[in-house]
């Protein structure tokens, strides 16, 4: 199946080069460490190719705007996408980008596009129909992972249901999302370190909603809750906290720590690239 990314170079004359990588999805935001000038020299040795991946085929993705000095990115996997390491890997970014400005994309390959000024429908897959991620008991052992792959759902005050973040955000299903939840099994309290989130507040009919990687369509989901006040958070999952006390509360970042754990796995991805 591979691991597919789309790379964009864009040159100082606004002309644009596009990659595909097959392959290059797992360990981009750890390519992506080693700075401008090796990360172009990387991209320019794949294959020019003009193969959009769409919403569902494209696990990753970076663009280099070398006039501007902008670093676009999303992955599906890896640490820019795990809430213990996410803050650490945009702040390396931020370091081996110097000069630079590096922006998470949440729309994944359309908003790429758009970023280039290019139809952003041309990557949408907007017939697949909706994949929703299965509902978790409490004793789940996907849950004991130290990264595990959960999005946490809190409804009012007293709700919390996790599920499987293995396909669409439960934000997509709208309200049809509290019907499913009716005969769910509680947590009482989140305690994991998911990789996405949504509140839901019934009375004051809002939701605000968060997530660590891409979401197809990501800024136009109020259309999907027709009636309420949407508000996306991006990655930012404290504000989830602060919506539902005691419902979600995940063990605390040590920041020094996901630095080191950050550099490390970046030394040894890069290692593991450049072996013969």
């Known amino acids: 199946m591979g691991d597919r990314a789309n790379f964009v170079v864009v040159r100082e004359s606004g002309e644009y080069e596009l990659y595909l990588s097959r392959f290059g999805a797992v360990g981009l935001d750890l ?7 090796e990360t172009i020299s990387m991209v320019r040795q794949l294959k020019a190719d003009d193969w959009w991946l769409d919403d569902v085929h494209c696990q990753g993705a970076a663009l280099i705007d070398l006039g501007r000095k902008v670093l676009m990115l999303f992955a599906w996997e890896g640490p820019s996408t795990e809430m213990r390491h996410r803050a650490a890997t945009l702040e390396l970014l931020q370091e081996a980008w110097k000069g ?3 922006r998470w994309m949440y729309d994944g390959p359309a908003e790429l596009r758009t970023y280039l000024g290019l139809d952003p429908e041309h990557v949408r ?3 697949s129909g909706l994949a929703v991620g299965p509902l978790l008991e409490p004793d789940d052992e996907e849950l004991a992972h130290p990264e595990p792959m959960v999005a946490v ?4 005050t007293e709700h919390c249901y ?3 973040n293995i396909n669409d955000h439960p934000v997509r299903e709208g309200a049809a999302l509290l019907d499913r939840l009716a005969d769910a099994p509680e947590h009482g309290v989140c305690q994991a370190p998911a990789d996405a989130g949504i509140h839901v507040d019934p009375l004051r009919r809002r939701v605000g909603w968060w997530v660590l990687g891409a979401s197809a369509e990501a800024y136009e989901m109020p259309q999907r809750w027709p009636g309420w006040t949407v508000e996306f958070w991006q990655d930012h999952w404290e504000k989830h906290v602060r919506s539902a006390p005691g419902r979600f509360s995940p063990p605390p970042v040590d920041r020094a720590r996901a630095l080191a754990d950050v550099r490390t796995s970046g030394e040894r991805h890069r290692e593991e690239r450049t072996r013969p």
């Open 100 to 102: 630079w400005e590096v």
């Open 153 to 156: 759902v809190t409804v009012g």
């Open 162 to 164: 996790v599920l499987a």
């Open 31 to 37: 390519d992506l460490l080693a700075g401008p000038a």
């Open 125 to 127: 897959d907007r017939d």
